[in-house]
């Protein structure tokens, strides 16, 4: 199948080349050509020149902002893609921005489906990502074959939305989670006991999660590096509090989080792993223990 | 001076009738043409658009709900403006949102400051806001006869913006004051203790506040009626949120508060006065 591209960052590039390898005619746009040079691709001129080539587009870009551009700006994907043909988005975005940008799709007769991912850019590079998918059932099982070669759980959530919402829910459950992981490596070491031996000890029991695993061996490790950089889950933050408002619902712990990532970010942290919550809290108190 | 005056809600009116028994002359418009009237008996000129209330006039002033209101207004004012028109506005902004609504007017040859108020209803009636004001030296001088008639404490605060960080800055101490007092109430209630006699001993000391005398008696009195909005402490909480979220501020007391406002939204308690977090309170701790 032709399958289009956009979005060829650490999560899409692998996401990409898997289809490619499944047996798919590749077509990539990319904001900068030569960031698609090196694919086994057919590089096209416009967002819109793809989506005349392609029955499927993924895109997995940034900001709702960059989502509608690319689907339904000047030269955008609406502008070539035929009735009938669908659009995927994996981008994190807020769920009110993909059901008006599925609304505005659906007017053309092209189908969308959000469909964010969960797992990370290792998730992407062992085709494991989790995917949640809001619109509509008929058309994700069409597209199904091809979310295959990226992951091994999809999950038809809801309507157009509902993936963001389902996506969301991810982000405050998993950053909170390394929120916790870090204050607890924090307490650990300003009580003089070994972090690792801390995370092992927990690893069996029921504070074990992947979180403490992943997130917290790099904080064991002091490995900042990103895996996933903090700046997004700050963004992701930014959507999540947005819809909380919107909603009327209250999340005390996600905003007292949402308050340790902007702190994060003033620090500079931005593009390195979002276990620098750790450095955050270091960076509250000093390293002097407290006898009393 | 002659002077336009938009938006006529319970701060705005008010203000405009401040206005003009400060001997201005005032053309007033409002979206609802009725809010207009008690305005035109008070010897005001109806206007039938906002290009008709800046047209003819030295001064522009608005006091509406939100960014978007301000920057449709002040659309409509650029149609009417006479050169060298001052725009002021004194609704509650993101400081982002004002910056850029001054550079579009500034293209358009208008001088225009944001000057956003504190003291609620009662500070406007009695002409007592404080009024914290953002743009040129030249346009604060030209609206000081203005905000004479409205406020007592008026400053100055810097550049194009600053008066609406100012006011953000108000709304963090103001919102955690609030939910300070009421959470005093709530332990004192719970401990048994006579919460008006704890109110009269703190009174006294450093935990003294215009908030603990004034909205503290309204809460004792169980009086929730507006007042200020919780919906609107809401909505200028996060502005003060989006901010931090864009600079990278950590402000976890105002984040923790801005959740509380954001759960009297959505339980219903909206339209009444910011101190009924009391009753939120009251009800997360088995009280109500």
């Known amino acids: ?292 | 001076m002659k002077i336009g005056f938009i938006g006529l809600g319970i701060m705005g009116r008010p203000m405009a009738l401040n206005l003009l028994k400060g001997g201005h002359e005032v053309t007033v418009w409002a979206r609802r043409a009725e809010s207009m009237q008690p305005l035109r008996e008070a010897g005001a000129q109806g206007a039938d658009s906002p290009a008709g209330a800046a047209q003819g006039n030295e001064l522009v002033i608005s006091m509406v709900a939100d960014a978007p209101d301000v920057a449709e207004v002040m659309r409509g004012v650029v149609q009417g403006a006479a050169p060298g028109l001052v725009a002021v506005d004194m609704s509650t902004i993101a400081p982002a949102a004002a910056r850029r609504i001054g550079e579009e007017l500034a293209a358009a040859g208008i001088d225009f400051m944001d000057a956003p108020v504190s003291g609620g209803e009662v500070g406007a009636i009695a002409g007592t806001l404080s009024i914290m004001a953002g743009g040129s030296e030249a346009a604060f001088a030209r609206a000081q006869p203005a905000f004479a008639c409205m406020g007592k404490n008026i400053v100055h605060v810097g550049a194009s913006g600053a008066g609406q960080v100012a006011k953000a800055c108000n709304q963090i101490v103001t919102g955690m004051g609030v939910l300070a007092v009421a959470e005093a109430f709530a332990f004192a209630a719970k401990n048994g203790v006579d919460r008006s006699r704890v109110r009269e001993a703190l009174l006294g000391g450093f935990a003294y506040s215009k908030i603990l005398e004034n909205h503290g008696q309204r809460m004792l009195d169980r009086n929730f009626k507006p007042g200020f909005k919780s919906w609107m402490h809401e909505k200028d909480l996060n502005i003060v949120m989006q901010t931090a979220h864009e600079l990278g501020v950590c402000l976890p007391g105002a984040a923790a508060t801005a959740q509380m406002f954001n759960a009297m939204v959505g339980s219903g308690l909206g339209e009444e006065d910011s101190i009924a977090v009391l009753k939120l309170l009251e009800r997360l701790s088995g009280q109500a």
Not at chain 1, 24 to 42: K, N
Not at chain 1, 115 to 129: C, E, H, N, R
Not at chain 1, 242 to 265: D, F, H, I, W
């Open chain 1, 1 to 292: 199948m032709k399958v289009g591209f956009i979005g060829l960052g650490a999560m899409g590039r692998p996401m990409a080349l898997h289809l490619q390898r499944a047996g798919h005619d590749l077509h990539v746009w990319a904001r900068r050509p030569e960031s698609a040079a090196d694919l086994p691709a057919t590089v096209c001129a416009t967002p819109a020149e793809l989506g005349r080539r392609c029955e499927v587009v993924f895109t997995i870009i940034t900001s709702s902002a960059d989502v509608e551009a690319v689907a339904l700006g000047a030269d955008g994907l609406s502008e070539g893609m035929a009735a009938g043909s669908v659009l995927v988005d994996c981008s994190t975005i807020a769920p009110d921005a993909a059901r008006r940008i599925a609304g505005r799709l659906a007017d053309e007769g092209i189908h969308m489906l959000d469909a964010p991912v969960s797992g990370g850019s290792q998730g992407a590079i062992d085709a494991t990502l989790a995917i949640m998918a809001g619109g509509d059932a008929a058309v994700l099982e069409r597209v199904r074959p091809l979310l295959a070669c990226l992951g091994q759980r999809i999950v038809h959530v809801g309507p157009n939305g509902a993936g963001q919402v389902a996506k969301a829910c991810n982000q405050m459950i998993m950053v909170a989670a390394i929120e916790a992981a870090a204050e607890a490596m924090r307490l650990a070491a300003a009580a003089g006991v070994d972090q690792a031996r801390v995370r092992a000890a927990l690893a069996g029991g029921s504070a074990g999660s992947r979180v403490l695993e992943v997130f917290g061996g790099r904080m064991v490790a002091r490995d900042f590096a990103a895996g996933v950089e903090a700046r997004l889950h700050h963004k992701d933050y930014g959507l999540v509090l947005e819809a909380a408002r919107k909603s009327g619902v209250p999340v005390p712990l996600t905003a007292a989080v949402s308050q340790q990532l902007n702190a994060l970010m003033s620090l500079g942290w931005g593009d390195d792993d979002t276990a620098s919550l750790l450095r955050v809290l270091e960076r509250s108190a000093g390293d002097v223990s407290r006898t009393r």
